[in-house]
């Protein structure tokens, strides 16, 4: 079994900064992959950025040059560092893990104001 708890979320301006946590407890390691994702208002739930066990990182293009992901495996905990945020970024944002299945947490809301 594995949890993930999600942390940071908030009400921000346009152009401001948040760090999203996702803090992993259970059977997961190093090299399970991780990753956010981001749902909106009526919208399908998609992929913002992920990071594999070996440390590639993947970012949609919405968010390339603004956001950054990262990990620190001894904390099982992923980052997401927002930065120049947006309007349209705002969204439920959920932490995902692959351990062999799928893995969710319960999501931190984010709101960008314009």
């Known amino acids: 079994q594995v949890q993930l708890m999600e942390s940071g979320g908030g009400l921000v301006q346009a152009g401001g900064s948040l760090r999203l946590s996702c803090a992993a407890s259970g059977s997961i390691f190093n090299y399970h992959d991780m990753g956010w994702y981001r749902q909106a208002p009526g919208k399908q739930r998609e992929l913002v950025a992920e990071?594999?066990?070996?440390?590639?990182?993947k970012y949609a293009d919405s968010v390339k040059g603004r956001f950054t992901i990262s990990r620190n495996n001894g904390k099982k905990t992923v980052y997401l560092q927002m930065n120049s945020l947006k309007p349209e970024d705002t969204g439920l944002y959920y932490c995902?893990?692959?351990?062999?299945?799928?893995?969710w947490g319960q999501g931190t809301q984010v709101t960008v104001s314009s």
């Open positions: 990071v594999t066990g070996g440390g590639i990182t």
């Open positions: 995902h893990a692959r351990v062999g299945g799928h893995y």
